[in-house]
Nanobody, 126 residues
């Protein structure tokens, strides 16, 4: 049973920092691409960040470049570091994973990821 569990969401002030964690189980994920998507009120699910197998490369959505970081440890956890948070960052954040070839052409496509967490709410107040 593959399972991804996010944690670390909450309510913060604009300009604050917050780190989300994702613990994956049921498989060894070191060779998997891991990523984060988010979905705000009235919005489509949006690509946030991805990290390639073994952490060799990282990719970010345009709206978070320069503010967010993604990392992974030697085990099955992946992290999203968020800085200079804005009210527009308010959303449910989802952890995701996929195996197979490291196809960077589809990193931003939610349908290419078969494994998803339940999401964690991040709310940023003015």
């Amino acid at each position: 049973q593959v399972q991804l569990v996010e944690s670390g969401g909450g309510l913060v002030q604009a300009g604050d920092s917050l780190t989300l964690s994702c613990a994956a189980s049921g498989h060894t994920f070191s060779s998997y691409t891991m990523g984060w998507f988010r979905q705000g009120p009235g919005r489509e699910r949006e690509f946030v960040a991805a990290i390639s197998p073994y952490g060799r490369n990282t990719y970010f959505g345009d709206s978070v470049k320069g503010r967010f970081g993604i990392s992974r440890d030697y085990g099955n956890s992946v992290y999203l570091e968020m800085h200079a948070l804005r009210p527009e960052d308010t959303a449910v954040y989802y952890c995701t994973a996929r195996g197979g070839p490291d196809n960077y052409d589809t990193y931003t496509t939610a349908g290419e990821y078969p494994y998803w967490g339940q999401g964690t709410q991040v709310s940023v107040s003015s």
